[in-house]
């Protein structure tokens, strides 16, 4: 089994940064893609970031520019670092990990872009 556990979220004002950190434990070997995603109230959850086993990343054109996820293959970690954030980018951020046709998630951590 595999658990991931999400932190660093929180409320930050328009323009501002958050850095989220995902710890992974369990189960977790060989080659697994990381990433995150996040769902606003009413809307599907939608990709934000991810991440492959060699270091390979993906983005939409909504983050573009202003987000950028990194890992840690040793302390089995992902991260996103959030800069000029808007309020559109209020949502649940979850992690998931994706390892041998399954994919894991994580609890999620609330982010909220607010003046």
């Known amino acids: 089994q595999v658990q991931l556990v999400e932190s660093g979220g929180g409320l930050v004002q328009p323009g501002g940064s958050l850095r989220l950190s995902c710890a992974a434990s369990?189960?977790?070997?060989?080659?697994?893609?990381m990433g995150w995603y996040r769902q606003a109230p009413g809307k599907s959850r939608e990709l934000v970031a991810t991440?492959?086993?060699?270091?390979?990343?993906n983005y939409p054109d909504s983050v573009k520019g202003r987000f950028t996820i990194s890992r840690d293959n040793a302390k089995k970690a992902v991260y996103l670092q959030m800069n000029s954030l808007k309020p559109e980018d209020t949502a649940v951020y979850y992690c998931?990990?994706?390892?041998?046709?399954?994919?894991?998630w994580g609890q999620g951590t609330q982010v909220t872009v607010s003046s």
């Open positions: 369990g189960s977790i070997f060989g080659i697994y893609a």
């Open positions: 991440i492959s086993s060699g270091g390979s990343t």
């Open positions: 998931s990990l994706y390892r041998q046709l399954t994919t894991y």
